[in-house]
């Protein structure tokens, strides 16, 4: 019993890094319906960053977020206004194509840059450092620093949306684009925006995966998979269904894993097919007036 009480701790902790992959992707889908293909191998892309800045100055990897996250942040302005805003109208297909395309684009740029050896991202003493829950738990501190980061990002990102100028335009945008533009709001520079705020969480969320685990060039469209799952398990447009469901999705992992190690993926591919039978919108879908 105490065994798969663990793996429900740690897979419900796992869920907050898939929570982390999956907000982003979230977010760009509830202001301007937009599945970005790209957005596992951006997360890849943010690792490598922290892995430079990591590797050239000797800083600690939460301490790289302060460069990683408005480098970021910046690459999803541009591209969002240099690129994707011109892929984007009635047709969903455009949009799918390009952000494709970037993604093989980036996959052979870091293959290229950085060979296909796996890294890590080094966080000395809390790579081991845990909290014991009696004598046959322990919860990692990286593991859990990463859930409570997922909570705050997500509640933050709450607040803009509901509590801010800025997160009425989204919505404002998100409803009805030409109304919108008649009222003043530049649609453009709202979806740059809202794309750098993805990037910006993207990159939290690839420093993260590359403290918790190894990473090289070609682990992009599983980290898309799982954010995807995410989002749709906890419903369209909802960022603490999201939350939600990464963590099913991870505690579904987890639970697979515990029961054979070759049924860890398949066991979240289970429970994402078994949520979408049941309920086809997701579990929290964002109401539709």
């Not at 960053?49 to 541009?78: F, K, N, Q, R």
Request: hydrophobic share 55%; with cysteine.
């Amino acid at each position: 019993m105490v065994e798969w009480l663990n793996s429900i701790i740690q897979g419900i902790l796992l869920g907050g890094l898939y929570a982390l992959f999956a907000t982003g992707m979230s977010l760009i889908f509830g202001v301007m319906r937009l599945v970005n293909i790209a957005h596992g191998d951006l997360i890849v892309l943010a690792a490598y960053i922290a892995l430079v800045c990591v590797d050239a100055t000797g800083m600690a990897p939460l301490t790289s977020l302060l460069i990683v996250v408005p480098v970021m942040a910046v690459i999803g302005y541009a591209l969002q206004r240099g690129v994707l805003n011109l892929t984007l109208g009635d047709d969903i297909l455009p949009p799918l194509l390009v952000t494709f395309g970037i993604s093989i684009i980036l996959q052979n740029l870091l293959l290229e840059v950085f060979s296909a050896d796996s890294q890590k991202l080094q966080s000395g003493w809390l790579d081991t450092a845990s909290i014991q829950l009696g004598d046959s738990i322990a919860i990692g501190l990286v593991p859990l620093i990463i859930f409570l980061v997922a909570i705050v990002v997500i509640g933050g990102l709450q607040l803009l949306f509901y509590r801010t100028k800025l997160g009425r335009a989204f919505r404002a945008t998100s409803d009805d684009q030409d109304t919108a533009r008649l009222m003043g709001i530049d649609n453009r520079h709202v979806f740059a925006l809202a794309m750098a705020i993805s990037l910006a969480v993207v990159a939290v969320a690839g420093v993260f995966l590359g403290m918790r685990t190894n990473f090289d060039p070609s682990i992009g469209p599983p980290r898309l998979l799982y954010a995807f799952e995410a989002v749709i398990i906890g419903g369209l447009g909802s960022l603490w269904g999201t939350f939600i469901g990464g963590i099913i999705l991870g505690v579904a992992q987890s639970i697979g894993a515990k029961i054979d190690p070759g049924w860890q993926i398949l066991a979240g591919h289970i429970a994402f097919l078994v949520i979408l039978v049941i309920r086809p919108r997701g579990l929290f879908p964002r109401a539709v007036d």
